[in-house]
């Protein structure tokens, strides 16, 4: 093979070299100059040979393969520039309209988390006290050492609900900055009275995890957020389990704030947050049964098969029994994360939906009202006495039971009947008016009976129920419960 193609390889790829280096360093206008290629060839191809002409053309695929990969790490390069640069600058855009607006919002956010993560950590228990090695129930027992040292505190004897709810109302606005209209306010008192277990549905950001929260520090109630897991599926995943490895028994935050409600005079709050994030009817079944006792004696649940000499206080025969004085109170979203709450659930519960955001007002600075569950206890059954449900209304309630079986299969308990009368009348004692708290109660219960009408294939017109309800109660007496039936209806 003649030297005639080496020289000529050799001035190419310094010439390629040399032209690419210039581009880079400013220097060149062009990045690679093929005329000066071409004449570099003409001058050397005569010489070439058979083996000169196969080397140039294993010389020339293999500028082109190298021109073809650095086109592609390029392309490669720019395409992951694109992906990755171009939408977060266009956020950015987007981020930065809407950063003026939010800055009060955030400001009042931080305060309110930190109110509620300062009141929180008060209601984990932490303390000195030492509980015996060998307890099988650790926490539970230095629950014990603590309030064998403590002073009962000093709390309400009795209140009037209407005080009641003014007085909530104002302490959440002036001191946590939580805003709640008087029909709220006046709808979770009510359903307090008429069931230990409330579910708190609505958009995010109304303030349905801060309400039982805020009522709790107002009673002085020891309220618990507790955060629901995904993976629970039974009783052990909420209240804890015992654990044969290490002969101890795993106490959950709820367990303690169970057990502390037995020393506590005031109400207890355990706030279930996002409940339906996993299934209700599983973690939390033995608990909805029990609720349904008729006795406080009998509200017991089963913690350890084998009971000890040596056991917590509180715990007869293995068993915990949930305090007077014990509320649940859920939160639920209503998305494709979630699962719908089963009929049982919502037949046990009182329901408040909390659809828009307050609106803030001015009021006067209120302090927090420590009251005693026999004080709460005597002003729901005192606003029974003195606020009797209208005969007319309770006729009617009780003929829309017997409307809704006739007409659209629906079977509605004696469960329903205890609730409102327990709710209307409270609702009253509230400030509120008795067409009100009919309107409030029926929102919450009836359309949810008639959804699961329509989903088991009912496909009959509710024009016939809003006759009866306008018959029954009066034209625009109902006007919230109308309107949910009729966007049923339009679905």
Known sequence: MSTTYFVFAYRLMTAIHNDISSFFAGKGKELLNFDNYHSIFLEYSAGFGVGGWTMYILLILLVFGLAGSAVAFFVFTLRRFVLRVIPKKAGVIQAEEEIESLKMALHKSE???????????????SGTALASPQSRFPRLEQLDILYSDQKPREVAKCVELHSLAQGFRNYAASKLHLFYSEEIVRQFLSSLASSRLLVLEGISGTGKTSLPYAFGEYVGAHPNICSVQSSWHEKSDFIGYYNDFTAKFTETEALISMYRALYEPTPSIIVLDEMNI??????????LSLLENPSNEDKEIQL?????????????????KLADGLFFVGTINNDDSTFALADKVYDRAMTVSLQERGVPFECEDTESAPLAVAALNAAFAKAVEDH????????SLQNLVEFLYEEYGISIGNRLQRQWSSYLPCYVACGGEMDEAVDSFLVNKLPRKLAISISRGNGRSFQPLLDFLTDAFGQDALPMTSHKIRSLEAR
């Open 304 to 320: 350890v098969a084998q009971p000890l000499e040596d056991d917590p206080k509180h715990l007869r025969n293995g068993k915990l």
């Open 278 to 287: 996993a299934r209700v009817e599983y973690y939390f079944a033995e608990i």
């Open 388 to 395: 009797p449900i209208p005969q007319k209304i309770e006729e």
């Open 111 to 125: 305060k309110q988390k930190d109110i509620l993560l300062e009141g929180n950590k008060r209601n984990t228990f």
